[in-house]
Nanobody
Framework: QVDLVESGGGLVQAGGSLRLSCAAS????????MGWYRQAPGKQREVVAD???????NYADSAKGRFPISGDNAKNTLHLQMNSLNPEDAAVYFC??????????????WGQGTLVSVSS
């Protein structure tokens, strides 16, 4: 079994920062990709950023230059440092991983979501 737990959401003033974290635990052999999506009220879920095991990153235009993504393969953790937040960034943020388990199962797992609120 593999679990994914997110943390770090909350309320912040416009211009402020938050750091989201995501930790995977359980029978993980390797992680083949990790990333973040977000979903604002009334909108579709959209990609924010992702990272490969060798550190290659991709960002949505809205996240470029503001939300650096980082991962620690040894600890199976993922982070999203969100800077210069604005009210348009308010959403529930979800992390995901593509993992290979110790029983050779390939999993796509999603975190429970963490709420980010930004006051103007």
């Amino acid at each position: 079994q593999v679990d994914l737990v997110e943390s770090g959401g909350g309320l912040v003033q416009a211009g402020g920062s938050l750091r989201l974290s995501c930790a995977a635990s359980g029978s993980i052999e390797s992680i083949n990709g990790m990333g973040w999506y977000r979903q604002a009220p009334g909108k579709q879920r959209e990609v924010v950023a992702d990272i490969t095991p060798d550190g290659r990153t991709n960002y949505a235009d809205s996240a470029k230059g503001r939300f650096p993504i980082s991962g620690d393969n040894a600890k199976n953790t993922l982070h999203l440092q969100m800077n210069s937040l604005n009210p348009e960034d308010a959403a529930v943020y979800f992390c995901y991983i593509y993992a290979l388990t110790t029983t050779d199962a390939v999993l796509e797992l999603w975190g429970q979501g963490t709420l980010v609120s930004v006051s103007s």
